[in-house]
């Protein structure tokens, strides 16, 4: 709960105006990109099929990628 309590004043900071998600582009493995309709989305892995949750170069001690990168 501390947590979630934290992290409320950057959500807040966040732009308030109404933005326009033009594309949704996913990299499945290196200089290869694949346009998305839709996706699904964790902090875990990101965006699913994409290669930052398999290559990403930060990473946690139990081995799962850093979110802030």
Do not use: T, Y
């Amino acid at each position: 709960m501390d947590e979630l309590i934290k992290g409320l004043s950057w959500i807040r900071k966040a732009p308030q105006d109404d933005g326009i998600l033009k594309a949704i582009v996913i990299r499945p493995s290196v200089d290869v990109r694949k346009e998305l309709q839709r996706c699904r989305l964790s902090p875990e892995s990101g965006a699913e099929g994409e290669a930052w949750s398999r290559n990403c170069w930060l990473r946690f001690e139990d081995g799962s990628p850093h979110p802030d990168v």
